[in-house]
């Protein structure tokens, strides 16, 4: 099992830059695929971005194509979310998750852990 916590969220201005961490217990980290996802009031929790195992691979919701950059680094057990030009609309609460699996998942339900989430509140 693994344990995560993320940080970084708060309230910019859109067009504005914040970079989320999350950050893993114990030594298997680099075991697991990583995922962002987000949920706004009263909607379903959605896939963000995902990243394979070593970080070679990356793969991004069409909403945020271009704009966010996922990354990790194995050494300090942490993953990230690059989100730049931010809009009103990506508000949310942002949450990292892991996969014990060998592919990039999509699906909220093949993630097994998950950390509370941080808010990310973008002002226009």
């Known amino acids: 099992q693994v344990q995560l916590v993320e940080s970084g969220g708060g309230l910019v201005q859109a067009g504005g830059s914040l970079r989320l961490s999350c950050a893993a217990s114990?030594?298997?980290?680099?075991?697991?695929?990583m995922g962002w996802f987000r949920q706004a009031p009263g909607k379903e929790r959605e896939f963000v971005a995902g990243?394979?195992?070593?970080?070679?691979?990356?793969y991004f919701a069409d909403s945020v194509k271009g704009r966010f950059i996922i990354s990790r680094d194995n050494a300090k057990n942490t993953a990230y979310l690059q989100m730049n030009s931010l809009k009103p609309e990506d508000t949310a609460v942002y949450y990292c998750a892991a996969n014990p699996q060998n592919y990039i998942a999509t699906k909220k339900d093949e993630y097994d852990y998950w950390g509370q989430g941080t808010q990310v509140t973008v002002s226009s």
């Open positions: 114990g030594r298997t980290f680099s075991r697991y695929v």
């Open positions: 990243i394979s195992r070593s970080g070679s691979s990356t």
